[in-house]
């Protein structure tokens, strides 16, 4: 299975064309939204994307981690 992973923060205006053209090329889309505070979780979720949540801005390289971590647990 081919997962797209997505780090997100504040990403509500972008975030539908992301996960949109993702979904094109890979059997699953997860987005990571890092603590942000607009809709971008509700977004990606409501397009069909599996959303992680951080509840407050972690950085890049936690949200990369966290993204992994789900992708790894669909084996």
């Known amino acids: ?3 797209a992973c997505i ?3 504040n990403e509500e205006r ?3 064309g992301v996960v949109v053209q993702a979904m094109r090329f890979v059997g699953s ?3 990571c939204d890092d603590g942000s505070p607009d809709l971008t979780g509700e977004i990606a979720e409501a397009l069909g ?3 992680v949540r951080h509840e ?3 950085g890049y390289g ?3 981690g966290s993204l992994f971590r789900e992708a790894r647990s669909w084996r």
């Open 29 to 31: 889309v997860v987005v």
């Open 56 to 58: 407050r801005n972690l």
């Open 49 to 51: 994307a599996v959303v």
């Open 14 to 16: 972008t975030i539908a």
């Open 1 to 3: 299975m081919s997962i």
């Open 7 to 9: 780090s997100a923060f």
């Open 62 to 64: 936690a949200a990369v």
